[in-house]
C-alpha cells in the first residue's frame, strides 16, 4: 500500500475533512460490527448481523429474478446481484485451494435454505484466527469504501504519535482519561470493553477545540476599535426621565449590560434573547440614542418590510419628540424621497435609518455608524447574517443582534460562545395570559361565533393561514380563499388581508389598516409571525396549527395577549393527527414560557434539527452532543477561558487538531 493516498483518494477523504495523518487518527469509528466469534448457522437470529464461516462448494450465475452470482457454501448460499468476473473466479480459487468463506451480515431463509444477500466477505483458510477486537465502521463517502478507510487509518495509528497537549492539572480536575490510550481504544475496542471514559475524553477535547475558537474568534472583535458611547448625554437621561412606562426589572438590568458594553472603545457584540413581547424595542431605542448623543448613527433592522414600518412608528413616537432625525427606506419610497433618505445618512442628518437588510445591500453610506441593531436576527439567512455582520465590522460598529427565539441554555453556550447573551425574562405587568384552545376543524361554525362576538365587543382577531412548503402559490390561494370565504362568513366585519405577495405598500397598507382599527379581522400568513404589535387584538384563530413548527406557534400566539384583556388563540386541526403534530400540539396547549416550550422543541427535535433553520452554518460536533454532554460543554466553556489567558498558541493548536478544516467555517 502506498505511503501517500493516490489523488482521487485525498480528494475523498478531503470530503471527510480529513487532510493528515493526524486527521485520519482523530477520524473515530460510529460504530463497530463484532467480527470476534463465528455464529453457527443454525443459530443465527433473524435481522441481526452474524459473522460466519462455510466451505465453498460451487459458484453459478442464476438469471432470475436478475442477474445474479451465487455462491454455494456449506449449508448457506450467498448472493451478488453486481459482482466482478474477478470475484467469481476469486471463488473458484477457494474451491481448488480448499479455503472457506468468512461473511459477514444477516443469515435469512431463501428458498433452498439459508442465504445471505451481499454480505461482507473475506477468503480464509479453515483454521484461521479472528480477530481479538471489534471492527470499526467508520463515517465515510461514496467510492471510500471501510476496508480502505481502516488501513489508511491503521497505517496513521501505525505512525503518528498522540501527544497529549492538555495540560494535567485540567485533566486531573476532570478526571480525564489519556488521550493516546482512549483513541487506541476507540479504533479497536476488544469486545465488552468499557469505552464511556475514552469517549469523554474524546467529547471534552473536541468541545473545547470548539469553546476556544469561538472565544478566540470573540476576543479578536473584541480588541478592534468601535466609538465609545457614553450613557450620560443629554437625549439618553431627557428619554429616561420620561419613559412612555416603567421598565420591568429584567429591562432595566439588560439595558445596564447594554450601556456599559457600548461605553467601551471596543465593539459590542451581544445577543438579545427576550420572549415575544418582553420589550426589546425599547432597549434597543435606549442603545440607539446612547450612539445619537455621542455624535454618531444607528441602524436598525428588521426581516420584513411591516416589522421596519412599525419599529419606525414607534421610534418616531418615542424620539422624534427629542428631536432625532429618523430615516425610514422601505420598498414603497418614491424614488425621490429615498434619494433623500440616502443623502441624508451619508450626511450625518438622519441619526437614525431603519429598514429591512436593504439598508445595507443597497449601498447606503453612513456617516458615522456606531451601532447596527439586528431584530429577530434568526430571521434572517446564514448568508445575510454574515453579510450583515461584515458589514457592522467593517464600519467598526457595536452589534446588538436580538431575538425572541428563546434557545435553551445548554444550546447557547455551544453555539453563542462568541457573543454575550442578554436575556429579559420578564414581561412587562398587566399581561393577561394568553388562554390556547385546540379545536378540530370540524368546528369552525362554533369559531367564526366566537370571532364575531369578539369584534362585536370592540375586539380584533387574526386569522392565521398556513405555510405551505411545498408551493408558495398554494400558500398564497389558501390565504385568497380563507379571506373570501371569511368575508362571505362574516358579512358584517371588516376583513383585511395581508401576505408575502402583497407589494411594501399594500402589506403596510393592510397593517396599517388593522392597527388602527379600521380593520377587525385580519387574514394572514405567517408574515405577521414577526414582532407585529396591535395591543387591541385579543383572539387569534390558526388554521391547520398542526403544520406548524413549535417557534413558530409560539410567536404566532406571541401577537395576542398584549392588551389589557384576556386573549384567545383557537389552534385549529384537522385530524388525523402524525404522532409528532400531536405531540407539538400538546406542548403549546401546556406552555406559555418560550424558553420552556424551546426546551421541549429541543428535546422532540434534538440539537442538530432544532438548530438548524436557525443557525446552520455552525461548526458541526462530530462527536459530542451540545444537550446530552452539556456538563461537558460546561467545562469546556470555563477551561477555554483559562487556557486563552494562558497560552494563546496552545488554543490555536487545540482548535487546529480538532476543527482542522471546519476551524474556517464562515460563523455567524
Ligand atoms: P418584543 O420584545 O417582542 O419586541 P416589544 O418591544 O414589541 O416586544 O414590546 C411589546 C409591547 O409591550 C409593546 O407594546 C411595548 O410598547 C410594550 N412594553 C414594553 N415594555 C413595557 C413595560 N416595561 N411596561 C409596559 N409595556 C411595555
Ligand atoms: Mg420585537
Known amino acids: 500500500m502506498k505511503r501517500e493516498p493516490p489523488a482521487a483518494t485525498a480528494r475523498k477523504l478531503a470530503r471527510l475533512g480529513i487532510r493528515s495523518r493526524r486527521d485520519l487518527v482523530l477520524h473515530l469509528p460510529l460504530r463497530y460490527e463484532d467480527e470476534t466469534h463465528l455464529t453457527p448457522l443454525g443459530e443465527a437470529a433473524a435481522g441481526v448481523p452474524v459473522l460466519v464461516q462455510a466451505p465453498v462448494l460451487g ?48 443469515v435469512r431463509p431463501g428458498r433452498q435454505g439459508a442465504e445471505m444477500i451481499h454480505p461482507r466477505y ?22 471510500l469504501g471501510q476496508a480502505t478507510l481502516r488501513k489508511l487509518v491503521l497505517e496513521a495509528l501505525a505512525h503518528e504519535a498522540i501527544e497529549d497537549t492538555l495540560p494535567a492539572a485540567l485533566r486531573e480536575r476532570l478526571a480525564l482519561a489519556p488521550l493516546e490510550a482512549s483513541v487506541r481504544l476507540l479504533h479497536a475496542p476488544p469486545p465488552g470493553a468499557d469505552v464511556a471514559a475514552a469517549w469523554r475524553r474524546v467529547k471534552f477535547d473536541e468541545l473545547l477545540a470548539q469553546q476556544l475558537q469561538l472565544r478566540l474568534a470573540y476576543r479578536k472583535r473584541r480588541a478592534r476599535d468601535a466609538p465609545a458611547l457614553p450613557a450620560n448625554g443629554p437625549l439618553l437621561r431627557r428619554f429616561l426621565g420620561k419613559l412612555p412606562f416603567r421598565l420591568t426589572r429584567a429591562q432595566s438590568r439588560v439595558m445596564a449590560e447594554l450601556l456599559r458594553d457600548l461605553a467601551q472603545p471596543h465593539p459590542m457584540q451581544r445577543l438579545l434573547q427576550g420572549d415575544v413581547g418582553s420589550g426589546k424595542t425599547i432597549v434597543a431605542a435606549i442603545c440607539c440614542l ?15 418590510e411591516i416589522l421596519a414600518e412599525q419599529h419606525y412608528r414607534k421610534f418616531s413616537s418615542w424620539l422624534a419628540p427629542l428631536g432625532v432625525e429618523i430615516a425610514w427606506l422601505h420598498g414603497a419610497l418614491p424614488a425621490a424621497e429615498r434619494k433623500a433618505a440616502r443623502k441624508a445618512i451619508a450626511a450625518g442628518s438622519a441619526h437614525i435609518a431603519i429598514g429591512t437588510q436593504a439598508l445595507f445591500q443597497e449601498g447606503v453610506e453612513f456617516a458615522r455608524l456606531a451601532l447596527a441593531i439586528v431584530d429577530e436576527q434568526h430571521r434572517f439567512g446564514v448568508k445575510q447574517r454574515l453579510e450583515l455582520r461584515r458589514k457592522s465590522e467593517r464600519a467598526a460598529a457595536h452589534q446588538l443582534m436580538m431575538s425572541a427565539t428563546p434557545i435553551p441554555r445548554t444550546l447557547s453556550m455551544t453555539y453563542h460562545a462568541d457573543l454575550d447573551v442578554s436575556v429579559i425574562d420578564e414581561l412587562p405587568p398587566g399581561r393577561k395570559p394568553v388562554t390556547t384552545r385546540l379545536a378540530s376543524a370540524a368546528r369552525r361554525a362554533e369559531v367564526l361565533e366566537r370571532i364575531r362576538a369578539a369584534c362585536a365587543d370592540g375586539q380584533q382577531a387574526y386569522w392565521v393561514c398556513p405555510v405551505i412548503e411545498e408551493s408558495r402559490d398554494k400558500d398564497l ?16 366585519l371588516k376583513v383585511g388581508l395581508v401576505h408575502g405577495r ?50 413558530q406557534l409560539h410567536q404566532l ?5 398584549r392588551g389589557a384583556r384576556a386573549s384567545d388563540c ?56 451540545p444537550v446530552g454532554d452539556a456538563d461537558l460543554a460546561e467545562a469546556a466553556r470555563a477551561a477555554a477561558e483559562e487556557l486563552l489567558d494562558a497560552d494563546e498558541a496552545f488554543a490555536r493548536s487545540h482548535i487546529e487538531r480538532w476543527l482542522g478544516a471546519r476551524a474556517e467555517y464562515p460563523r455567524v
Request: aromatic residues 8%.
Open 557 to 561: 400566539r406571541g401577537r395576542i395577549g
Open 290 to 304: 446612547a450612539a445619537v448623543d455621542a455624535g454618531t448613527q444607528a441602524a436598525v433592522m428588521a426581516p420584513t
Open 570 to 625: 383557537i389552534l385549529l386541526f384537522v385530524e388525523p393527527l402524525s404522532e409528532a403534530a400531536r405531540s407539538r400540539l400538546k406542548v403549546i396547549y401546556e406552555n406559555a414560557d418560550g424558553f420552556a416550550i424551546a426546551e421541549e422543541d429541543l428535546r422532540l427535535r434534538g440539537p442538530g434539527e432544532f438548530m438548524g433553520e436557525r443557525q446552520s452554518g455552525e461548526p458541526l460536533l462530530r462527536f459530542a452532543d
Open 59 to 106: 459458484t453459478e450465475i442464476a438469471f432470475r429474478p436478475k442477474r445474479q452470482l451465487v455462491v454455494r457454501c456449506e449449508g448457506l448460499a450467498l448472493r451478488f446481484l453486481n459482482f466482478y468476473g474477478s470475484q467469481t473466479r476469486q471463488f473458484e480459487r477457494a474451491i481448488e485451494e480448499g479455503s472457506q468463506v468468512r461473511a459477514y451480515g444477516e
Open 477 to 492: 390561494q389558501a390565504a385568497l380563499d380563507a379571506f373570501e370565504e371569511l368575508r362571505r362568513e362574516l358579512p358584517a
Open 502 to 551: 402583497l407589494s411594501p405598500a399594500e402589506k403596510a397598507g393592510a397593517m396599517q389598516a388593522f392597527a388602527l382599527g379600521q380593520t377587525q379581522l385580519l387574514v394572514c400568513t405567517t408574515v405577521i409571525e414577526v414582532g407585529v404589535d396591535v395591543p387591541n387584538a385579543s383572539l387569534m384563530v390558526i388554521e391547520h396549527a398542526e403544520r406548524f413548527g413549535l417557534a
Open 122 to 143: 473475506r477468503i480464509v483458510a479453515p483454521g484461521e484466527p479472528l480477530p481479538s477486537a471489534l471492527t470499526p465502521v467508520y463515517p465515510t463517502t461514496s467510492g
